[in-house]
């Protein structure tokens, strides 16, 4: 089960890759790679982030399950919420139920 599991990672990263690869404009592609990782994981939701230092702010670059107007929302500073704190410490957080997650903005 294992084996097979990782096989699948695999081929997710190997299909992302090829996307990336053959993307004249990355921010495109971003949402394709989002739509991709859904297909192999069942994801729902998900968004890619990108942190523009000169504000110090985090805005959501692409998004996969997420109306125009809630993508409009997710502006983020450096230590505000999961994401914040996520890009801040440079490290990822598993949050199991986002829903009862106190750093959880909702927006």
Do not use: C, W
């Amino acid at each position: 089960m294992q084996v097979r599991n990782e096989v699948k990672e695999l081929r997710l990263l190997f299909e992302v890759l090829q996307i990336l690869d053959s993307a004249s404009d990355l921010s495109g592609n971003l949402e394709t790679v989002l739509e991709v990782m859904a297909e192999h994981t069942g994801m729902m939701r998900g968004v890619i982030t990108l942190l523009d230092e000169a504000h110090g702010e985090i805005a959501i670059e692409a998004a996969y399950g997420m109306s125009a107007e809630a993508q409009s929302k997710g502006r983020y500073k450096l230590g505000e919420g999961i994401t914040g704190k996520v890009i801040e410490s440079g490290r990822p957080l598993v949050i199991p139920n986002v829903l009862v997650e106190p750093l959880f903005l909702n927006r």
